[in-house]
């Protein structure tokens, strides 16, 4: 089985203030993690992805994340925010069953950045 | 823009009535999965399709079906429809879909809204 955990339903941060939007996961097997950002009456947009590898993944629009095994965290990180990324952020887990490739998603995470 | 479409946007009908929501993946993916975001469900992965057969169920309700067409288009069928089947109805589109860990790209989403 696997899950993923958005603890925050609202994080305000200072333009200009580096911002994190947390994640942790619980899966049985390797973690596949995914951000999406979405913005009012948008679809999801794809931010990054962890597979293997380097744990600190760069992504679009100057956001990261860090994957942390010990901690089953994928917190997203963007060393300086900005009024336009207010929007909200969504963690999710690859399904780990064979042949299936569907994700599994977090309760999303509102992000405002006040100017 | 994803390169994933969806029709219609904004669909409003009675309670009992049947829709169909029509997805069309980006060029080249043969992968077509369909969601449903709803306030208090969340985000959840309802069926995938790949090149035509159906790979993975999720949460989704005898009341609906999928279908994925040889052009590769994909149709989400929800009949006799309740006033909690309303919800944002997301699709989105892979490279493959079988087996690593494509990213999946959303389409825009159709807002269903049953009265």
């Known amino acids: 089985a696997q899950s993923v955990a958005q603890p925050e339903d609202q994080v305000n ?6 911002l994190t939007v947390k ?33 600190l993944v760069k992504g679009s629009y100057g ?6 095994k010990s901690q089953t965290s994928f917190h997203l990180k963007k060393p300086s925010a900005l009024v336009s990324d207010s929007a909200l952020y969504f963690c999710a887990v690859r399904a780990y069953q064979t042949g299936a490739n569907n994700l599994f998603f977090g309760t999303g995470t509102r992000l405002t950045v006040i100017p | 823009d994803s390169g994933v479409t969806q029709t ?20 080249g993916d043969l992968s077509v999965y369909w969601y449903q975001q709803s ?3 969340g985000l959840q992965f309802l069926i995938h399709y ?11 309700l005898e009341r609906f079906s999928a279908q994925q067409f040889p052009d590769l288009h994909s149709e989400l069928n929800l009949s006799s429809l309740e006033l ?26 159709t807002r269903l809204l049953v009265l």
Not at chain 1, 13 to 18: L, S, T, W
Not at chain 1, 63 to 68: C, G, K
Not at chain 2, 50 to 60: D, L, P, T
Not at chain 2, 88 to 106: K, M, P
């Open chain 1, 63 to 68: 956001f990261e994340a860090e994957f942390n």
């Open chain 2, 50 to 60: 790949y090149n035509g057969e159906e790979r993975a169920k999720g949460n989704i």
């Open chain 2, 39 to 41: 306030l208090d469900q």
């Open chain 2, 8 to 27: 219609p946007k904004h669909l409003i009908t009675a309670t009992g009535q049947r829709v169909t929501l029509r997805c069309s993946p980006r060029s």
């Open chain 2, 84 to 109: 909690g089947d309303s919800a944002l109805y997301f699709c989105a589109s892979s490279a493959q879909g079988l087996a690593g860990v494509e990213t999946q790209y959303f389409g825009p989403g």
């Open chain 1, 13 to 18: 941060v200072a333009e200009g203030n580096p």
């Open chain 1, 23 to 55: 994640c942790t996961y619980s899966v049985s097997g390797n973690p596949y993690l995914f951000w999406y950002v979405q913005y009012p009456n948008r679809g999801l947009q794809f931010l990054l992805k962890y597979i293997t590898g380097d744990n």
